[in-house]
């Protein structure tokens, strides 16, 4: 054979098996070409970023291309309550759109940061169900067919903590009066069972063709009943109901409550299913009074999207004493698995497990073990005998708490490992208890918090960052609680009221504000979703004390999530020392980072715009992190 | 003449190392702003900055308080120091390196000074 022909056809036989092994990769799903249109990117919450302008090998060139500081901030003086800004900004209709934890929206340019528009609802800025004003930001919907010279074909939408959802129009900031009343709809309307707070709106709606799905957030810890935790389906024109879901059974509301939906939801567009991360039960320490089976709290549930039907249903935990929230949106992508394409969910969760599901049917592709759990010791109380477990992929966080840290031990005199030995602990899924309490990893802060994890559909990796925390349950006899009411100081105590008992939640710190468990406070890994296995583990962020950055190998409670691009990097907050990063994604090492004001504690947002890509960081800090709080929204591009 | 070089750059460093904490107490960007860090070396900054203007002018003080300023600020270059290295403030880390140049030639160049004079 002439060599000319040889290479011809070595080099056709190359490109037929290029175009074959392609064809064996299962198509991005879901992904964000060049926008940033939902919370979580898109509706499968894949946080992925189609764009490919920046790059591990030019990444550590990015600058500051603009900020914007919006003035929406309080410290918690002058009688409003500390912000908490935790908005994902959203890049549609050729502009950045985001809300203040004062519930305004402002319309910006995606090039320059110029503010075209403000939208300003006059929310009373009052902690009235959250301890902060808090915001995650605003939802977009646009017609089918916009008609031409109309207003409101493009909708920007922002909920308040006062229960009322706002549509504005999307190019002129003005409210849209065909929606509800002259442009809100106040979803209080619907709160008639237990209506001890309002149903907060903290969370933008999920958009899906002509529906809002409106879940919302409560008072924590409060009482043993709450509003029980309906989702409303509404018209995304007028604001009409069209159905509702509630996980609870009506015959239930008289002893519990909440069970509601406060984290983002995720769509599959192609088989018209909404996913909703189902929240746990009131109240959240002590089970006794709901003993009955309640399937759907702390649960993975799907619905139908046009009807509200549940599809499928799967609980996490069972009877829920250690408000462990599903809390993020499951991510949903087609991974490749045994020689076939298998349509997939990927649930994070508080408790560490990364659970991985089909998302037609709900049923396990990887295994989900029932293992015995630890007694409760409380009277009248009865923790459920088994627990879910997931071993693959390997979970977030290790099976047993992390024991003393001895630096914190030597420094408190042996403080740490003295209480230590006092607490009730038995293994992940201890109980609250009376006396001491019961010492919890993880614990009511995860494990994985609401940012939830991204996944690079291309290459099946799936992306989490955690927390490693260590709190102290303890349950107070109603005549201890009452005690407390002559105590000056009840920071960390919750009533529960309505039931036997009340509750004490603290972190486990020694007397100088020191973790008495061992570092790493916050880890990222990445796991390859087609055979369930750790990439790579590292810990993440640093903690920073007074100002004093603490070694990088402890790492850093986190709070917010990562998205990833097309060429493999990584981008996330999070952390505790206000810094924003740039991973890997094939071996997790830093490849950039930059100071912001605050800890960035949301989702951060990808977007390109006349040729230049963009990464925009939510600068808003969390007091959970640190008193250190923000009002910028920076974003960052290559020169 | 080198002890007196000595002790005018621990001044020159301390002063500017006071300006770089100042700096980094209200740069809000910095991320040390508004910390108890930053104040602890506002305040180690100027203390050492007085302490080497003290030496620096104060040619006829006795020398139990000259070795007790140089003591002083020994202390106050290194703990300052270090906690530049844990506020990740470089730059006034490298200022404290150099005032420790201009302690150690106050020290020793004072100390040789003193050598040949009790030889004479």
């Known amino acids: 054979m002439r060599p000319r022909i040889a290479f011809a056809i070595a080099g056709l036989a190359a490109g037929l098996a290029a175009l074959a092994a392609l064809a064996q990769q299962p198509a991005p799903a879901a992904a964000s070409f060049g926008g940033w249109s939902t919370f979580n990117g898109d509706l499968m919450a894949q946080k992925y970023a189609a764009d490919a302008q920046i790059t591990p090998a030019n990444v550590g060139d990015l600058r500051k291309a603009w900020e914007v500081h919006t003035g929406d901030i309080s410290h918690g003086a002058g009688g409003v309550p500390a912000t908490d800004w935790s908005a994902t900004p959203l890049f549609v209709n050729d502009t950045v759109y985001i809300s203040t934890p004062f519930y305004r929206i402002f319309a910006i340019a995606p090039d320059t940061g110029r503010v075209k528009w403000i939208f300003d609802p006059h929310a009373p800025l009052k902690a009235l169900t959250q301890p902060e004003m808090k915001t995650r930001g605003v939802a977009y919907w646009q017609a089918a067919n916009p008609v031409a010279g109309q207003p409101c074909q493009k909708r920007v939408y922002v909920g308040t903590m006062d229960g009322k959802l706002y549509a504005v129009d999307a190019d002129t900031g003005r409210a849209c009066a065909d929606f509800g009343r002259g442009g809100v709809v106040d979803v209080n309307q619907w709160n008639a069972v237990n209506p001890v707070w309002p149903l907060s709106l903290l969370q933008p709606p999920t958009v899906y063709k002509d529906s809002l799905f409106v879940g919302w957030a409560g008072k924590d810890w409060a009482s043993k009943t709450a509003p029980p935790g309906w989702v409303f389906a509404l018209d995304a024109r007028t604001g009409q109901l069209k159905w509702t879901f509630n996980p609870l059974p009506a015959n239930a509301w008289r002893q519990t409550g909440t069970s509601n939906v406060w984290a983002s939801m995720s769509v599959d567009p192609k088989n018209g299913l909404l996913y909703l991360p189902v929240s746990s039960p009131s109240p959240n320490f002590y089970g006794g009074e709901r003993k009955q089976a309640l399937p759907y709290t702390t649960s993975i549930t799907a619905l139908n999207a046009d009807t509200g039907q549940v599809v499928w249903a799967r609980q996490l935990v069972h009877h829920d004493l250690w408000d462990y929230d599903i809390n993020s949106a499951p991510t949903l992508v087609d991974i490749r698995k045994d020689g076939r394409t298998v349509p997939a969910l990927v649930q994070s969760t508080k408790m560490g497990f990364i659970f991985v599901l089909d998302r037609l049917t709900g049923e396990p592709i990887y295994p989900i073990v029932e293992r015995p759990a630890p007694a409760s010791n409380v009277p009248g109380e009865q923790a459920s005998p088994t627990q879910p477990y997931a071993d693959l992929p390997a979970p977030v966080i290790s099976e047993r708490w992390p024991g003393v840290s001895t630096l914190a031990d030597l420094v408190s005199f042996g403080e740490c490992s003295r209480r230590a030995k006092q607490l009730r602990y038995l293994g992940k899924f201890t109980p609250p208890s009376l006396g001491a309490g019961s010492l919890e990893y993880p614990a009511t802060v995860g494990g994985v918090e609401w940012g939830g994890g991204a996944v690079d559909p291309t290459s099946g990796t799936y992306v989490v960052n955690n927390s490693s925390v260590v709190m102290i349950y303890q349950l107070l006899t109603r005549q201890q609680y009452a005690a407390l009411n002559r105590s000056e100081d009840r920071t960390n105590y919750y009533a529960q009221s309505g039931t036997p008992y009340g509750m004490h939640l603290t972190n486990f710190l020694n007397w100088l504000g020191m973790p008495c468990w061992k570092p790493p406070f916050g880890s990222i890994t990445a796991y390859d979703l087609k055979t369930g296995r750790t990439v790579w583990r590292e810990p993440f962020g640093v903690v920073q004390k007074w100002g004093f950055y603490m070694p990088r190998s402890w790492g850093s409670v986190t709070i917010g999530g990562p998205v990833i691009t097309r060429t493999g990097v990584i981008f996330i907050g999070a952390s505790m020392d206000s810094k924003v990063r740039a991973l890997d994604e094939r071996t997790g090492r830093l490849l950039w980072s930059a100071q912001v004001d605050a800890p960035a504690v949301a989702l951060p947002a990808v977007y390109t715009y006349r040729g230049r890509q963009y990464v925009l960081f939510t600068a808003g800090g969390n007091s959970i992190l640190t008193p250190r709080l923000g009002d910028q929204l920076v974003a960052f591009a290559l020169p | ?120």
């Open chain 2, 1 to 120: 003449m080198q002890a007196r070089y000595g002790r005018w750059l621990m001044a020159l460093a301390a002063a500017a190392g006071l300006v770089v904490s100042l700096v980094a107490y209200f740069n809000r960007g910095g991320g040390i702003a508004h910390t108890g860090g930053a104040a602890l070396v506002i305040a180690s900054t100027a203390i050492l900055l007085v302490a080497a203007l003290v030496l620096a002018l104060a040619l006829a003080a006795p020398a139990w308080l000259r070795g007790l300023l140089l003591a002083g600020c020994l202390l106050d270059l290194l703990g300052t120091g270090l906690a530049a290295f844990f506020l990740h403030a470089w730059l006034l880390l490298a200022l404290m390196i150099i005032g420790l140049v201009g302690w150690l030639l106050a020290m020793f160049a004072d100390r040789a000074a003193a050598t040949r004079e009790a030889r004479a």
